[in-house]
């Protein structure tokens, strides 16, 4: 999980400062035009904050860019607002390390909410679970799958820290998938999701396999605050920071909240897809 956004590129930086400097405008010219502080222009244009698309968009506007240079800041805003990673270069350091990374990202965020269409999200995986799912994505053939396994149980406490606020929505198949291991290793994970569903700050919401699809969706996304999306994938995540996608994620984040089951009727949905021994 990447902790905070990536530089700017260079050549964006160039774009939008030669632009600016075409059009005859001071920064503080130009912040009055787009109604930013001259601190935002001056931070954009040595990297220190990365735009968005909306507000490269802006700014192009603003400064009478070409079409063609204008497609060319898109691309590079796009690229600059998303970073892919294969879970090969995540658990390089090993899957504890990995795990500790996320830990600290757990302990920044105020709101997460996540949807999971195939299976649990990490923060609800008792530790049967988890070692099997570490094992299924170690692809980079770490040896330390039991202590990753452990710490992302240890992750958990997080759920239990009333400041924060936890939102979870499960379409009813990622509770029918299961990873290799004995009946007992569901029947614990219905256990525990039933459990972590009762605390005041955590919902646990299901959405039944016989509700129409709110959205269409292709696989699980995060969303941390409102300031980054992690979306995985087989072979690794890939984290979005552009303001706009971001608010199209919670947007459709919403639509499927509004779709859950929770509380007693999602806890009897989860025992008769996952009966008890």
Same mark, same amino acid.
Do not use: C
């Given at each position: 999980?990447?902790?905070?956004?990536?530089?700017?590129?260079?050549?964006?930086?160039?774009?939008?400062?030669?632009?600016?400097?075409?059009?005859?405008?001071?920064?503080? !010219?130009?912040? #009055?035009?787009?109604?930013?502080?001259?601190?935002?222009? !001056?931070?954009?244009?040595?990297?220190?904050?990365?735009?968005?698309?909306?507000?490269?968009?802006?700014?192009?506007?603003?400064?009478?860019?070409?079409?063609?240079?204008?497609? *060319?800041?898109?691309?590079?805003?796009?690229?600059?607002?998303?970073?892919?990673?294969?879970?090969?270069?995540?658990?390089?350091?090993?899957?504890?390390?990995?795990?500790?990374?996320?830990?600290?990202?757990?302990?920044?965020?105020?709101?997460?909410?996540?949807?999971?269409?195939?299976?649990?999200?990490?923060?609800?995986?008792?530790?049967?679970?988890?070692?099997?799912? &570490?094992?299924?994505?170690?692809?980079?053939?770490?040896?330390?799958?039991?202590?990753?396994?452990?710490?992302?149980?240890?992750?958990?406490?997080?759920?239990?820290?009333? #400041?924060?606020?936890?939102?979870?929505?499960?379409?009813?198949? !990622?509770?029918?998938?299961?990873?290799?291991?004995?009946?007992?290793?569901?029947?614990?994970?219905?256990?525990?999701?039933?459990?972590?569903?009762?605390?005041?700050?955590?919902?646990?919401?299901? @959405?039944?396999?016989?509700?129409?699809?709110?959205?269409?969706?292709?696989?699980?996304?995060?969303?941390?605050?409102?300031?980054?999306?992690?979306?995985?994938?087989?072979?690794?995540?890939?984290? @979005?920071?552009?303001?706009?996608? @971001?608010?199209?994620?919670?947007?459709?984040?919403?639509? &499927?909240?509004?779709?859950?089951?929770?509380?007693?009727? !999602?806890? *009897?949905?989860?025992?008769?897809?996952?009966?008890?021994?």
């Amino acid at each position: 999980m990447t902790e905070s956004p990536p530089a700017a590129p260079r050549d964006m930086r160039t774009i939008l400062r030669d632009a600016r400097k075409a059009a005859g405008y001071s920064q503080h !010219a130009l912040a #009055a035009r787009l109604g930013w502080s001259q601190g935002r222009v !001056a931070h954009v244009e040595s990297g220190r904050v990365l735009p968005g698309t909306e507000a490269t968009d802006s700014w192009a506007a603003a400064t009478g860019m070409t079409e063609a240079t204008r497609a *060319e800041l898109a691309d590079l805003a796009d690229e600059a607002t998303r970073k892919s990673l294969s879970y090969r270069v995540l658990h390089r350091g090993g899957l504890a390390a990995r795990m500790r990374s996320m830990r600290e990202q757990d302990e920044r965020t105020s709101l997460m909410r996540e949807y999971q269409p195939g299976m649990l999200p990490g923060l609800l995986q008792p530790a049967g679970y988890a070692r099997a799912v &570490l094992h299924m994505v170690n692809t980079a053939g770490q040896l330390d799958v039991a202590q990753g396994a452990q710490l992302r149980v240890d992750r958990q406490q997080v759920l239990y820290n009333p #400041a924060k606020r936890y939102q979870f929505v499960l379409a009813e198949a !990622a509770l029918r998938w299961h990873p290799p291991g004995p009946a007992a290793v569901m029947q614990a994970a219905a256990h525990h999701l039933v459990s972590v569903a009762s605390l005041p700050n955590v919902t646990v919401g299901v @959405i039944p396999a016989t509700r129409p699809a709110p959205v269409l969706t292709v696989g699980g996304f995060t969303i941390f605050d409102s300031a980054m999306v992690m979306i995985e994938y087989l072979t690794g995540e890939q984290d @979005i920071f552009d303001a706009t996608e @971001i608010g199209v994620y919670e947007t459709a984040f919403g639509r &499927l909240l509004d779709s859950v089951l929770t509380g007693q009727a !999602a806890a *009897e949905l989860i025992r008769a897809v996952i009966p008890p021994a």
